[in-house]
């Protein structure tokens, strides 16, 4: 089993920055391709970003494509998103995501689904005034 913590989150104005972690427990997750997603109220949760294992191969969303960047650690079993020049639009809950085995490219040739990920945080909340 994975373990999936977020952290991060907070209200910034528009134009700011802020950084999320995903910190994972109960097996090292370095095997994993990981996966942020995003649900704002009364939306379907939306992909974000997916990363490979060895962090080498990433893929955005076209809404966040050169505003958010997203990297990992594999020694502290942590991902991280630095999203920058925020907007309104990204208030959502954001949360870190697993798929059910290592080794595969989830997320990264084409925009994953939700069911493509057996495990997930419990999100963090991000509020962007504008």
């Known amino acids: 089993q994975v373990q999936l913590v977020e952290s991060g989150g907070g209200l910034v104005q528009a134009g700011g920055s802020l950084r999320l972690s995903c910190a994972a427990s109960?097996?090292?997750?370095?095997?994993?391709?990981m996966g942020w997603f995003r649900q704002a109220p009364g939306k379907e949760r939306e992909f974000v970003v997916a990363?490979?294992?060895?962090?080498?191969?990433?893929n955005y969303a076209n809404s966040v494509k050169g505003r958010f960047t997203i990297s990992r650690d594999n020694a502290k079993n942590t991902v991280y998103l630095q999203m920058s020049s925020l907007k309104a639009e990204d208030t959502a809950i954001y949360l870190c995501?697993?798929?059910?085995?290592?080794?595969?490219?989830?997320?990264?040739?084409?925009?994953?689904?939700?069911?493509?990920?057996?495990?997930w945080g419990q999100g963090t909340q991000v509020t962007v005034s504008s």
């Open positions: 109960g097996r090292t997750v370095s095997g994993y391709a």
């Open positions: 990363i490979s294992w060895n962090g080498g191969s990433t």
């Open positions: 995501a697993a798929p059910g085995r290592p080794w595969a490219n989830v997320g990264l040739r084409s925009p994953p689904t939700a069911q493509d990920y057996a495990y």
